[in-house]
């Protein structure tokens, strides 16, 4: 079966190891467009992540037990919508958050995880609604008399933004993804986590809008790009919040998890809604199947 390398990427806390686990869930449940025909030898990262999931909890950042079992997940695959093409591995390599927001801000990254990069055919970028740790770029009209009477707050302006830490990380993909096959680009899925999160209206112009309302500056990146396939997702992994207890009660009496999340897109200049929780993987890796 041949192996192939996706990676997730993203800076800490934009929903990468949450949606591991519940895309893992997918896949164990065989019921989207791919699915795990066999169950992996080594699986205690995912499932301790999807374990969270079942108990009404997000996975936590700051959960030792899951750092200690951290590793690369391999899991075969196999499309379930063509039944005359060979299954594939997907091998997802564990690259913290913390790595991905260091090679940002110090324009370096070790030569294990390039050589990584450099073997992969896709990629899932990463950016979370309303995260603590998103940060937003100061207006410097009016911020230069607030930093000098508050000198904890001039500690915020040597923070990369979040928009520009997308623009940097999409750049290391343009120049290290390879393609599935020839006469094609690798692909980037941008993942937008914690979609439920917006309002109405936000939700209904789909996540490029979002996107362009919140990045302009990295849309405007995903514009120019000529080195790699772009399609945005908004995602949420289980439909709602386990922070609003009203709903956390509901999906533990419901306790399915199979039947929670989905994934919204643009296709035709219509804004789709779909529960496979697998189809960003899907298609970042459809190129594959042409091969």
């Not at 390398?5 to 949606?19: C, E, H, R």
């Not at 999160?197 to 112009?205: G, I, Q, S, V």
Request: net charge negative; hydrophobic share 40%.
């Amino acid at each position: 079966m041949k192996a192939n390398s996706i990676v997730l990427v993203g800076a800490p806390d934009s929903g990468k190891t949450n949606y591991l686990g519940r895309l893992w869930a997918a896949l164990r449940a065989r019921q989207g467009r791919l699915a795990a025909p066999e169950i992996p030898p080594d699986i205690q990262y995912v499932e301790q992540t999807l374990e969270h999931l079942m108990h009404g909890d997000f996975a936590p950042r700051s959960d030792k037990s899951l750092a200690v079992s951290r590793h690369n997940f391999v899991v075969p695959v196999k499309r379930t919508d063509v039944s005359d093409v060979d299954g594939f591995s997907i091998v997802v390599p564990d690259v913290s958050g913390e790595l991905w927001k260091s090679a940002v801000e110090t324009f370096e990254i070790s030569e294990e995880w390039m050589e990584q990069l450099q073997r992969s055919v896709g990629a899932l970028l990463f950016v979370r609604v309303l995260s603590n740790q998103n940060v937003t770029p100061l207006d410097w009209v009016t911020a230069e008399r607030l930093l000098k009477l508050h000198p904890a707050v001039e500690d915020e302006s040597h923070k990369i933004p979040t928009q520009v830490m997308l623009c940097e990380l999409l750049r290391f993909l343009e120049y290290t993804l390879q393609p599935c096959n020839e006469g094609t680009l690798p692909r980037v899925a941008i993942v937008v986590t914690a979609w439920d999160l917006l309002d109405a209206e936000l939700r209904a112009a789909g996540p490029m809008a979002y996107l362009q309302t919140e990045y302009p500056l990295f849309v405007g990146k995903l514009a120019d790009t000529e080195r790699v396939e772009v399609k945005a997702f908004g995602v949420t992994i289980v439909g709602g919040d386990f922070e609003d207890q009203e709903f956390r009660t509901e999906f533990l009496e419901n306790g399915d998890l199979q039947h929670a999340g989905h994934c919204v897109f643009e296709l035709d200049d219509k804004i789709m809604e779909e529960a496979d929780l697998t189809y960003p993987v899907a298609w970042l890796v459809e190129p594959l199947q042409k091969t």
